[in-house]
């Protein structure tokens, strides 16, 4: 399942029987205005996006998705890449959109995936001038999702970074994972406003033949860089887990991360 949200801040949703997540909307932008993909945990199973926007929409009840109903939003984001977003990366620093996600498309419906476009508007990043398509197909009974980023710029060549947004401030990273292709974390569930968090999260980032896999912003992501030229298709991989479901601890993540 995915769709926009405009019952609640134009966000854009997506599922599958694995995983769930966001990303932000016209609506959000200020608070925050971010590319950041939205981790939500869920146990395996049913679908429950649309479950809990209608009960988070109900008044009074806006922390709903905050709370564990047999999953939840606990992952923090706010201005940053979330668990798989993209940005351009321009003398060392990431250069994040001026506006969220402004319009969207469902390009393929069907019981064993749905793939969808978010159109982000034209930005300066830096002195460049850049707009992104960014289409993301959700296969059912998969912990990733692909992503085929089409940055458009006035210029030769332009690196991207698809990462993680590491939490070491929160003190809440086990364990990582490098490889050639791909940056993984284990950590603690990383939004304490609501309530105890319960469980691990795994989060990670594949990107075949990836220019190089590192660290970057004083530590707080982890990304794989990698130079296209304009309009050309850079093709990547997110995923997620919670250790209530069936991934338990950091190797089991780790390999499947290692090997999709």
């Not at 668990?83 to 001026?98: D, F, W």
């Not at 002195?127 to 999702?145: G, I, M, P, Q």
């Not at 089409?150 to 947004?165: H, R």
Request: hydrophobic residues 35%; contains cysteine.
């Amino acid at each position: 399942m995915a769709r926009e949200v405009p019952e609640r801040a134009d966000d854009f949703v997506f599922e599958n029987n694995l995983i769930a997540g966001r990303f932000y909307g016209k609506a959000l932008e200020g608070n925050p205005t971010s590319p950041g993909i939205d981790i939500w945990v869920k146990l395996p199973g049913a679908l429950v996006a649309n479950e809990w926007y209608a009960e988070a929409v109900k008044p009074g009840n806006g922390n709903y998705y905050h709370q564990d109903h047999g999953g939840k939003d606990c992952y923090k984001v706010a201005v940053s890449l979330g668990g798989g977003g993209s940005v351009p990366y321009i003398n060392e620093t990431l250069c994040y959109p001026a506006t969220n996600y402004r319009s969207s498309e469902i390009l393929n419906e069907s019981p064993e995936e749905i793939r969808f476009v978010l159109h982000y508007p034209e930005w300066q990043a830096g002195e460049v001038t850049v707009k992104l398509d960014k289409t993301v197909t959700v296969l059912a009974d998969s912990y990733f999702c692909k992503v085929e980023d089409v940055y458009t710029f006035n210029k030769d060549s332009l690196t991207i970074a698809a990462g993680i947004f590491r939490h070491p401030d929160l003190g809440t990273i086990e364990a990582e994972a490098f490889g050639d292709d791909y940056y993984a974390i284990w950590e603690k569930a990383s939004d304490q406003s609501v309530e105890p968090e319960d469980g691990m999260l795994g989060v990670a980032v594949i990107m075949p033949e990836a220019d190089c896999v590192t660290i970057v912003d004083g530590g707080r992501h982890g990304v794989c860089l990698k130079t296209v030229a304009s309009g050309q298709p850079l093709e990547y991989w997110y995923g997620s887990c919670w250790s209530k479901g069936d991934i338990k601890g950091s190797a089991e993540w780790f390999e499947l991360s290692a090997n999709l």
